[in-house]
């Protein structure tokens, strides 16, 4: 019932021009662990191999079943936000002056931030499994370059700068405790403000009225 709870949730808040199916998939091996949205179908597909890889990842992390399954959902839920990012981006026609993989992620942050301490939970959560990912590349080499994605620890830095950039106040441990080089945490918060702006004014005139 968890996605039922979340689509429910955007059905009411968005104007959209038809149906977004969400399905959540065993997926074939060339697409294995991962998560997609179908600009031909207007579908979000989640496979569950991403699923049994957020387990792996997060396990060592956690000290039950339970946490464990609440880590994990975090983390799908992040991922289907990030889809969302890729819908809203191409039923809505927006611009964009960047990577649209970079644009889906902040989409995913900035919603998540919104749920206040439980969402930046959240995002905590996310950014493990980025960290994680980096570690599977044992030199240079190995690193996706060409990949439209940003490198996974780009992605791990870039989620805890939109938490310390939503309130530097509650989350400058991030920077007293080394999480966030003090380099990148200076621009943190106007990232945050600027970026959460910009969505609000792209996607405004597709809310429905309140």
Known sequence: GFFDDVIDSFNKNY????????????????????????????????????????????????????????FVQDAIYETFLHEVGHAFIDIYDLPLIGKEEDAADQLASIVLLQGGDKGADALFTVATTWLEASKQASDMSQLPMW????????????????????????????????????????????????????????????????
């Open 147 to 210: 990949d439209v994605h940003s490198l996974d620890q780009q992605r791990f830095y870039n989620i805890l700068c939109f938490v310390y950039g939503k309130d530097p106040l509650q989350y400058a441990w991030l920077v007293d405790e080394g999480y966030l080089p003090a380099d990148r945490a200076v621009y943190c918060e106007s990232e945050y403000d600027k970026i959460s702006k910009s969505w609000y004014e792209l996607l405004s005139p597709y809310l429905k009225e309140t």
């Open 15 to 70: 104007k959209l021009p038809y149906d977004v199916f969400v399905l959540l998939s065993e997926c074939p091996p060339d697409i294995g662990a991962n998560a997609y949205y179908d600009p031909a179908t207007k579908g979000i597909i989640i496979c569950y191999q991403l699923i049994e890889q957020f387990g792996d990842q997060l396990y060592q992390y956690t000290q039950s079943d339970q946490e464990l399954h609440a």
